[in-house]
């Protein structure tokens, strides 16, 4: 065996930056003022029909730098809610903190506020619901809540260690990454459940720049000593994966496969669950046209019983009550959560990975409510994009057949399809107009399907789910833009949606039976300041309808203005 | 290395084809539809006698529903309700042991109707009744007043008799009825009732158990009832006093002024028949006035371990003049693990 030599490199630019710079401290931040009017139909005589609010808040982050090794990042929230002058209203909070550097020139380690991320089958937190390419001005509105939960891209927001180191090789393997974490999902309460820890590793030997093999693993577990009794209950969800991209001749193939287990043990020490679930999935694709065109086609099997806590846990909390006038209509109904609370309500964000599979609403996605990471799922997919190198504009369609891999309630199987389409046009950019003029568009069609058969005496499933999302962008003036979107979201037909227990046994079935609309209606008028301060004025009409029942239609209007400014 | 790969891959497609029974409950158990496989039948056609033996119904339909059984006695008017979750009667849910709800059934043909949730259909069938059920096996009568039996009354007792009058009898052929009137009484500190009328012998374990104490756990406190139909008239002022005292020093003899005795004072309010279940949890400490000054004595600690009798008794609320207090009284039984 030839003698390889070891290169220990570190990847830490922002430290190599930081030595080259000197000072100790710098800050960095977010400042934000809001103020917001909305309200329901003058025709509803029996709700709180208005809603008004407002607050000026700045995050000051600091980066302190105590030696060239280590660095130190906090930010400190200062809020103030109108209305709360004189103090009443302010408050200061601890936003994050995390301490990371360099040890020894071998791993960079981080302590604290972590994002963590790994593959869409162990560690990832899929994007937001009822999103398929939409206009800029409801990007600026999601902005807030997402940033607000610290959704950044597919990352979990955890608190723990993480370490990360890089080996360099001379040959075969270019470099090769290896890192783990631990961080707590759960705080111990009293008597009552003990804490819950979330360890991962990975290692990814990258062989070229674009091709790789990787191994993941990651284990959600309870500390039984953490109770102040002899207890010995305890939750573990282990998921291990191994996933790979590597390039042959003028393809390249993909793919991830893995199991899960799932177990409890009660306090006597007896198992009262142990399942275990596997998946893969596989497929090729390949570029042309200078990488400006992609064509993928892959097939994968998730079992029913595939439980990743950390792939599977959904960005909004469904069984959450919306904080903007909840209760609609003479009949005075709580209102589901909707497109206008997805883009706005931040309290409805979930920030905490669950054991068990979250509630979703069929209505943004029935095929995959968990990304790819949905339990019970076999098929195709494929995928075709397109993006002009000159960005003037890019398309892409994807779609996925899948099945129940196992049926829920018969032996009978589900039949998913989905369809998504986008598209962006610069049209600024063909003409090389001054102003910024953009266009872009989204389509999202979802069918849910059973047939009677001979097995079953039950109606068929036949669920249908319609997003589209439309929207442009002006610059009237210099700076100063028009956004204009549109975001409708239409859902009929019937399902039967699994209840399950806390260790996400199916134990039940309900009927789900809907027929109904949303629109939401956005424009705004933006100046830019300069690329980090801006000034918008927004103004949206979302209505719903019920088609089964027109009592419980209602519609929202809200008018907001939002600086917000970034240094 | 492309042989691995292609085998690696058909097992991993072979993996994905195995064929799996179905997760979670039958949906057409849940949402299937509604239809009667069987009708509504049970194992005794020519009539049941309950002191040997119980009716099982029976009967399917397709889906998972809630259901109800009632029973009507076309004679006594009592009422039992059963009811379940399921596909079918043919389990030890659908049973019938003779006992009813309330007033108990005499010998007599009872109309059974089987009910479902959100469903229409009915289905109907009959039971006649050659025996009926023996209660002596749920637990301990004290008194069913089958037999002639004169109660203990009082200087204000105006009525005290044994009676079969009433258009319901809870349980056999006669009950018992006293009534008196209530004079009044000036304000006083701590109650005062009159006395009406009383069994003439406490209910004792040694004369109907033949053992010292009655044979309860101190631990199931909650789970020991005194049970008994009482009918109201709608007088005021209506108590029936029952007192069980304890043995706390275990001499086998009980001392009103060193040792335990709780109580329970049921207040009849509404007319008509009810049937009324305590749970000894529920007595709480006999207070003694002397000279208008409360007394409690012994160990105040409940122990139904060493109960030795039972006392009934009514009373009136001595506070409020009536002219007249009352009530019928029938079939007094204690009952371990559950009310009557």
């Given at each position: 065996m030839k003698k390889i030599s070891l290169l220990f490199v570190i990847s830490t630019v922002v430290v190599a930056g930081a030595i080259a710079q000197n000072p100790k401290v710098q800050f960095n931040g977010v400042a934000r003022g809001n103020i917001e009017n909305s309200w329901l139909p003058p025709g509803d005589t029996t709700n709180i029909d208005q809603k008004n609010k407002g607050n000026v808040l700045l995050d000051l982050g600091m980066n302190i730098k105590p030696n060239e090794f280590m660095r130190i990042n906090t930010t400190l929230r200062f809020t103030n809610e109108f209305g709360g002058f004189w103090g009443q209203g302010a408050a200061i909070k601890l936003r994050n903190i995390s301490m990371k550097g360099v040890a020894g020139k071998f791993f960079k380690y981080q302590l604290g506020d972590i994002d963590m991320q790994m593959t869409p089958y162990t560690f990832y937190n899929s994007d937001g619901d009822a999103n398929v390419n939409e206009a800029e001005v409801f990007k600026t509105m999601r902005d807030l809540p997402e940033e607000e939960n610290f959704n950044n891209l597919n990352s979990w927001r955890q608190q723990g260690a993480h370490v990360i180191s890089r080996l360099g090789f001379d040959k075969g393997i270019k470099y090769t990454d290896i890192e783990g974490f631990i961080v707590r999902n759960r705080y111990s309460s009293q008597s009552l459940f003990p804490d819950r820890l979330q360890a991962g590793a990975r290692a990814v030997f990258n062989i070229t720049d674009k091709s790789f093999v990787g191994f993941n693993?990651?284990?959600?577990?309870?500390?039984?000593?953490?109770?102040?009794?002899?207890?010995?209950?305890?939750?573990?969800?282990?998921?291990?994966?191994?996933?790979?991209n590597v390039d042959v001749k003028l393809f390249y193939l993909f793919g991830e496969a893995g199991y899960s287990g799932l177990k409890n043990q009660d306090s006597t020490g007896a198992a009262t669950t142990d399942i275990t679930g596997e998946l893969f999935d596989m497929g090729l694709g390949r570029k042309l046209f200078?990488?400006?065109?992609?064509?993928?086609?892959?097939?994968?099997?998730?079992?029913?019983?595939?439980?990743?806590?950390?792939?599977?846990?959904?960005?909004?909390?469904?069984?959450?009550?919306?904080?903007?006038?909840?209760?609609?209509?003479?009949?005075?109904?709580t209102r589901g959560i909707g497109l206008i609370d997805i883009l706005r309500d931040e309290t409805i964000y979930n920030q905490k990975i669950n054991a068990g599979l979250m509630a979703y609403d069929p209505r943004y996605n029935n095929v995959t409510p968990y990304g790819k990471a949905t339990p019970n799922r076999k098929g195709y997919t494929g995928n075709l994009a397109y993006k002009d190198s000159t960005d003037r504009f890019a398309t892409g369609v994807s779609a996925e057949i899948l099945t129940d891999a196992r049926g829920e309630g018969t032996e009978s199987l589900r039949n998913y399809n989905l369809v998504r389409w986008y598209g962006n046009l610069n049209i600024h950019r063909i003409f090389n107009l001054k102003k910024t003029l953009a266009l872009n568009g989204g389509f999202l069609y979802t069918t849910t399907t059973r047939k009677e058969t001979t097995t079953i005496k039950v109606p068929d499933v036949d669920f249908k789910t319609q997003t589209l999302d439309l929207g442009a962008e002006i610059e009237l003036l210099k700076r100063f833009d028009l956004l204009l979107g549109t975001k409708?979201?239409?859902?009929?037909?019937?399902?039967?949606?699994?209840?399950?227990?806390?260790?996400?046994?199916?134990?039940?079935?309900?009927?789900?039976?809907?027929?109904?609309?949303?629109?939401?209606?956005?424009?705004?008028?933006?100046?830019?300041?300069?690329?980090?301060?801006?000034?918008?004025?927004?103004?949206?009409?979302?209505?719903?309808?019920?088609?089964?029942?027109?009592?419980?239609?209602?519609?929202i209007k809200q008018v907001f203005l939002l600086f917000n400014m970034r240094f | 290395m492309r042989n691995i790969t292609g085998f690696i891959f058909i097992s991993l497609l072979l993996l994905g084809c195995k064929k799996e029974d179905p997760v979670g409950p039958t949906l057409t158990d849940l949402y299937g539809q509604f239809e009667i496989v069987e009708p509504l039948s049970h194992?005794?056609?020519?009539?049941?006698?309950?002191?040997?033996?119980?009716?099982?119904?029976?009967?399917?339909?397709?889906?998972?529903?809630?259901?109800?059984?009632?029973?009507?006695?076309?004679?006594?008017?009592?009422?039992?309700?059963?009811?379940?979750?399921?596909?079918?009667?043919d389990t030890l849910v659908g049973v019938w042991n003779g006992t009813a709800d309330g007033i108990f059934f005499k010998l007599e043909e009872c109309d059974v109707k089987l009910s479902f949730d959100n469903q229409s259909d009915?289905?109907?069938?009959?039971?006649?009744?050659?025996?009926?059920?023996?209660?002596?096996?749920?637990?301990?009568?004290?008194?069913?007043?089958?037999?002639?039996?004169?109660?203990?009354?009082?200087?204000?007792?105006?009525?005290?008799?044994r009676e079969n009058t009433l258009d319901t009898i809870p349980e056999g052929e006669y009950y018992y009825h006293l009534e008196g009137t209530e004079p009044g009484q000036a304000a006083t500190k701590g109650p005062a009732s009159w006395f009406i009328g009383a069994l003439p012998n406490p209910f004792k374990a040694k004369s109907t158990l033949g053992k010292t104490y009655f044979p309860f756990k101190d631990a199931d406190t909650t789970t020991v009832y005194i049970n008994f139909f009482v009918y109201g008239y709608g007088y005021p002022n209506t108590k029936i006093l029952i007192s069980a005292p304890e043995d706390d020093n275990g001499d086998g003899v009980f001392s009103s002024t060193t040792e335990d005795s709780y109580g329970y004072e049921y207040i009849v309010t509404s007319a008509g028949w009810h049937k009324v279940s305590i749970p000894l949890s529920e007595f709480s400490?006999?207070?003694?006035?002397?000279?208008?000054?409360?007394?409690?004595?012994?160990?105040n600690k409940k122990e139904i371990s060493k109960m030795m009798e039972i006392s009934i008794s009514l009373v009136s609320d001595g506070k409020i003049p009536s002219p007249k207090v009352g009530c019928a009284i029938d079939f007094f039984i204690i009952t371990k693990g559950k009310p009557l």
């Open positions: 693993y990651v284990n959600l577990f309870d500390v039984p000593g953490t109770l102040p009794r002899d207890s010995v209950e305890k939750l573990q969800n282990q998921v291990a994966t191994a996933n790979f200078n990488d400006q065109f992609t064509i993928e086609a892959s097939y994968r099997y998730v079992s029913d019983d595939f439980y990743s806590s950390a792939a599977q846990s959904k960005r909004l909390d469904y069984t959450a009550t919306p904080a903007l006038l909840s209760s609609v209509t003479n009949t005075t109904y409708m979201n239409v859902a009929n037909g019937l399902d039967y949606l699994s209840v399950r227990d806390e260790f996400n046994q199916v134990t039940d079935f309900t009927k789900y039976d809907i027929d109904d609309a949303q629109n939401i209606y956005s424009a705004a008028f933006r100046y830019r300041f300069n690329d980090n301060i801006t000034l918008k004025l927004q103004g949206n009409y979302y209505e719903y309808k019920d088609k089964m029942n027109s009592a419980n239609n209602f519609d | 194992n005794k056609p020519d009539g049941v006698d309950f002191t040997k033996d119980s009716v099982q119904f029976k009967g399917e339909w397709t889906i998972v529903t809630p259901w109800k059984i009632t029973i009507k006695g076309k004679r006594s008017g009592a009422v039992k309700t059963i009811t379940g979750k399921g596909k079918t009667l009915i289905q109907t069938s009959s039971v006649k009744i050659l025996g009926k059920h023996d209660y002596s096996k749920d637990g301990y009568i004290i008194e069913s007043f089958e037999s002639p039996i004169t109660l203990t009354g009082g200087s204000y007792t105006t009525l005290n008799v400490h006999s207070i003694i006035w002397i000279d208008d000054v409360p007394y409690k004595y012994g160990n």
